[in-house]
């Protein structure tokens, strides 16, 4: 892998979790945690890739559900269903025969769109679709359509596209191992800076009056928690005692955020904070180092990376076994022009 696509994959994996600690904190108000592909990468990968016809699907909920309780008497395992036997002939059009594959493949297709219906209108679903594919397909022959040099040459290139697929599939996606992603996982925590944060919490209040009032109490012994469900104005504070949850740099506006790091743990703002919001009555309940999500949780975000770093070395090893000649010198330019700005 080269240093700066490793670079950029590492700018991704922090922007990632970062994005991973937002939704911790404030799920309404996070970005998704799914990773997004950098325009370097979306311009070197190849067609079939930036469809997302070579890639499998991955999940992008990362939030693992919650563990039911076993029930008391455990049902006994039911067998699995036999698979049909996919060179099983099921049907002829205009003689030619269609088979158990045939409607797999089609049913591949088809599936989210019938995924409601039972598994005997899907499978019929599934040979109406092989049905009309068929027939225009024989029309199209009939009428010379597949001589067309155009069509020909689409032909050729969904071949080379599908073949591009497998080899995706079978040399990169099948050989990833549970150790390559926990290798990965380690290597970019370690790379990782230490990203401190703090958990607060704050009374908001409207005017400067409330907030020295509120602030008098405090001095008085009243507890933090009472007061912030009986007078915050944040709506999210009335029931947490105005708990913020813990937060870094850069993620609360400055005057809250240098007011809160300025804290000992256990301290309150002995002056009002006022913010766009309002004023503030702010509590430091604790100090600590971001903790990095655990493996579990960012697994198919390290998949995605290690995949994405397997698929290029792929490539960048054929490239240089193969022999890739550029005729055309305007296209030369601009792709030698990408090379030297990703090396």
Known sequence: MSTRRSMLDRAEFRHNLACFKAHQTNPEKSMSFFPRRS???????????????????????????????????????????AQPDPDKVVATIEGQPVTEADLAMALASV????????????????FMAVMEVKLLAARAIAEGLDKDPEFQRRMAFLRDRALHSEVIEKDVGAKITDADLKAAYDKQIAEMPPVNEVRARHILVKTKEEAEAIIKQLDEGAEFEKLANEHTTDPSGKTSGGDLGYFSAGQMVPEFEKAAFALEVGGFTKEPVQSQFGWHVIKLED????????????????????????????????????????SDPDLKKAVDAMDAANP
Not at 64 to 77: L, Q, Y
Request: glycine share 4%; charged share 20%; aromatic share 6%.
């Open 111 to 126: 599936d989210q769109q019938y995924s409601q219906l039972p598994p005997e209108q899907r499978r019929a679903a599934a």
């Open 287 to 326: 100090k600590r180092v971001q903790p990095p999500p655990a493996l579990d949780a960012v697994k198919d975000q390290i998949r995605n990376l290690v995949y994405r770093e397997k698929y290029f070395a792929l490539v960048d090893e054929l490239r240089g076994a193969g022999k890739v000649e550029i």
């Open 39 to 81: 325009a370097l990468a979306r311009l070197a990968l190849p067609i079939s890739l930036a469809a997302g016809l070579a890639l499998p699907a991955f999940a992008q909920d990362t939030t693992a559900p919650a563990e039911a309780s076993p029930p008391e008497t455990a049902a006994p395992a039911q067998p699995a269903a």
